[in-house]
């Protein structure tokens, strides 16, 4: 029985649940959210919640723990009827959600364990180790994340729907290094990089959701906008915090929600393309946003390079610094 209450938790975070509740909690930083406790009557937030450990606590009314534990509390069940309850309460969103999770972490576990992919990201230029955690990149070496994943309790058909396994249950982002896509605080695909020679951009089914790290750089006043990941990566490096990433030149409807929902300016960095695609789509997408009322600059890259490319061939800081104030309307 303590097996499947994990698993379900797995499936069914505590603050999914509460969301599915209708409980509106606001975000406090470090994986907390804090809102009216749901336990008992109150007019001041007291009730906490930990999405990293999966945990509440009130400091109104003392009571504390995990999903099964609220629910025997608000819902007066035992241990054995809270689970299952759960178990036909976990939606085909929520377990998508978490499988999502799971392979994230998996990945990031499995990149330790493969020099390949570590001396891939060095040779992208991207080493520092603090941020590799922070983005959470990981490594699909193939063979064991379906394994893995069935043994959490994630039923076959389901890593199929997520697209992380193909029919014949091989692991869909197979040698390539992962990076996790989030919309509201919850993975929404994934991406692989592939280091050998199949295709080399590769996500999951469904969509990317909107610009990378977006609540992270919403409130700068000017933000640098960039086509890939390994572009952000390098720019991050280099000590530019307010950098965005839209994971390709074509911008979808949230993303260019995103970059119109205040006043800003954009310095638009995309890839100097030999054949100009990268320019034309920069020049596409500053038109767009002036005619939004929207301050869009054009950072003109040596011809050939992309933000990656420019700081693993020797460029500084102060450098791209200065092509930043080079910009062109």
């Known amino acids: 029985m303590g097996e499947d209450a994990e698993r379900l938790k797995r499936r069914l975070p505590l603050l999914e649940y509460l969301r599915q509740q209708n ?16 336990l008992h009557q109150e007019s001041r937030p007291s009730f906490y919640v930990n999405a990293r450990k999966d945990v509440f606590y009130c400091h109104g009314c003392g009571q504390g723990g995990d999903l099964f534990r609220f629910l025997q509390l608000s819902e007066r069940m035992s241990f054995r009827e809270s689970l299952a309850c759960l178990d036909q309460a976990v939606p085909r969103e929520c377990e998508s959600t978490a499988v999502l999770e799971q392979a994230a972490t998996f990945y990031e576990q499995q990149l330790e364990r493969h020099p390949e992919a570590r001396q891939y990201l060095s040779q992208r230029s991207v080493h520092d180790p603090v941020l590799m955690r922070e983005l959470r990149i990981g490594y699909a070496a193939g063979g064991s994340l379906r394994r893995h994943l069935r043994a959490q309790g994630y039923s076959f058909e389901l890593l199929q729907r997520a697209g992380l396994i193909t029919e014949r249950g091989i692991d869909a982002l197979y040698q390539r290094v992962v990076f996790p896509l989030y919309q509201d605080e919850h993975i929404v695909n994934l991406y692989g990089r592939s280091i050998g020679d199949a295709f080399a951009h590769r996500f999951l089914p469904g969509g990317k959701g909107g610009l990378y790290a977006w609540d992270q750089v919403r409130h700068y006043p000017e933000i640098i906008l960039v086509e890939g990941l390994f572009d952000y990566a390098a720019l991050r490096q280099a ?42 789509a920069a020049e596409q997408l500053a038109r767009y946003l002036g005619a939004r009322g929207i301050a869009a600059r054009r950072v003109l890259l040596p011809e050939g390079h992309d933000p990656n490319s420019f700081f693993a061939r020797g460029g500084t800081a102060n450098q791209f610094q200065s092509l930043l104030e080079a910009a062109q309307p």
């Open 23 to 38: 409980w509106i909690g606001r975000s406090v930083g470090r994986g907390e959210y804090v809102g009216l406790c749901p």
């Open 239 to 280: 000590g530019f915090v307010n950098v965005t990433c839209s994971l390709g030149t074509h911008l979808n409807e949230d993303q260019l929600r995103h970059m119109c929902d205040g006043q800003r300016t954009v310095y638009v960095a995309f890839d100097a393309d030999a054949n100009r695609s990268g320019q034309r």
